[in-house]
């Protein structure tokens, strides 16, 4: 019996003690002045400069497979023109 109460009480060591004081003040992050407003990834950076030039003619090139009938083709052409509207109710 005294085994069985060892094995399914929690052990002293597992439980964690909150610190007497925080590091932090209530309400204030790490780090206050944080990432800049408008700042963007740098991959985002990268991608964008990658498609500068050539955004145009792959739009258009994928409405063209859409117009042809392909399924996902006409999927992302409609996703990106009629986005899904969310917040309204479905009448």
Do not use: D, Y
């Amino acid at each position: 019996m005294a085994l069985l109460s060892k094995l399914t009480e929690p052990s002293k060591s597992s439980k964690r003690k909150k610190p007497a004081t925080s590091c932090w003040e209530k309400g204030k992050s790490g780090n206050p002045a944080g990432r800049p407003l408008g700042s963007r990834n740098k991959s985002t950076l990268f991608l964008e400069s990658l498609l500068e030039n050539e955004a145009e003619p792959l739009t258009r090139k994928m409405i063209q497979v859409g117009l042809t009938g392909n399924p996902m083709a006409l999927r992302f052409c409609l996703g990106r023109l009629l986005p899904r509207r969310r917040g309204r109710p479905i009448q």
